[in-house]
């Protein structure tokens, strides 16, 4: 956190290069202003210092500004002039949230008409350069066939590039759906039937995703025979976490018949692979002569590991475990 002593000495930094014309200084006092940060907020003082930044092009700036204009966050509200702004931002400058925001109001007719095609066009742009929300939008358009010929392949495609991005709050999904297509329940299933599509396709990733839903019934009914194959695919392609789960499942039996030779084999394979929950399972086996020779060290050895990793059950357990060896120790 920035120590209010220095958010001042920036207010007056910015503010003092701000009023010699310089762009980016002018866009940052507009965020101070417009966040309070070193200053009372002062939304319409932060609307004038946005303005001339945009004026002067900082694409920023014309964001920033575009979407207050959107709003009316202290200034009038108007779409047409919010438009004008953030068309500016990203169709000449290549602002992806920009160029998302844009394709929303073509969408929704909002400060300009209506144009599917332009909207599928600025959300494509925002997508490629990587913005999430507009990944997760190009999906939704892809596999609804939504202003666009229906393609599954090219959807989940874009689901996964939008998870793999962050896009994966189920609260700012739903929001996001409610706002803007109410596809809810629909648009939850395109991901489930995103993830098969590349787990059929070979994608690890997917495949893991995949056994988990049909492990636990997220979205489908639950089928641990199903999901173990999944898990199986997953490890044999090199996921850590697959080859961990798969290896608790198959000691545990769980759903599936008990198999504890080859569940520790894939625990093992984990552990190797820097999976920590692993880590810690191979450490209580050599610390208790489970299945393997009794051997501290090597009981230390796996647990340590698990512990830089942050796994917390293995320091504490590290740690009991060294007290009592430095105890008994001291006692001879």
Not at 86 to 96: K, Y
Not at 263 to 271: K, P, V
Request: hydrophobic letters at 40%.
């Amino acid at each position: 956190m920035v120590e209010k002593k220095t958010l001042k000495f920036l207010y007056k930094q910015f503010r003092a290069d701000a009023k010699k014309g310089d762009a980016q200084a002018q866009f940052c006092l507009g965020l101070m202003l417009f966040y309070g940060d070193g200053v009372e907020p002062n939304m319409a003082e932060s609307v004038k210092w946005f303005t001339r930044a945009a004026l002067k092009g900082n694409v920023d700036a014309q964001f920033q500004l575009g979407m207050m204009l959107f709003k009316g966050d202290g200034v009038e509200r108007n779409q047409e002039e919010a438009f004008h702004w953030l068309r500016m931002a990203g169709d000449d400058n290549g602002h992806p949230q920009a160029l998302y925001q844009i394709g929303l109001m073509r969408l929704n007719a909002q400060g300009v008409g209506r144009s599917v095609p332009g909207a599928i066009q600025s959300f494509r742009e925002a997508a490629e350069k990587g913005f999430p929300e507009a990944q997760y939008t190009m999906g939704v358009m892809c596999e609804k066939g939504y202003g666009t010929p229906p393609d599954k392949t090219e959807a989940a495609k874009w689901f996964r590039l939008a998870e793999e991005n962050g896009f994966s709050n189920a609260t700012k999904t739903i929001k996001f759906h409610h706002e803007n297509y109410s596809l809810l329940e629909e648009n939850r299933l395109a991901i489930l039937e995103a993830d098969r599509l590349l787990a059929e396709s070979g994608d690890v990733k997917a495949q893991h995703n995949h056994a988990v839903r049909l492990f636990i019934g997220e979205g489908t009914p639950i089928d641990k025979v199903e999901a173990v194959k999944w898990y199986r695919k997953a490890a044999e392609g090199g996921s850590p976490i697959s080859q961990h789960n798969l290896g608790m499942i198959l000691c545990q039996g769980d759903g599936v018949p008990k198999d504890q030779v080859e569940g520790r084999e894939w625990l093992f394979l984990a552990a190797k692979n820097g999976f920590p929950d692993s880590q810690a399972f191979v450490g209580l086996l050599y610390l208790n002569g489970d299945g393997v020779p009794k051997d501290q060290n090597e009981a230390i050895k796996w647990l340590r590991l698990a512990a830089e990793q942050g796994l917390t059950k293995a320091h504490e357990l590290l740690t009991r475990l060294q007290s009592t060896t430095s105890s008994k120790q001291k006692a001879h």
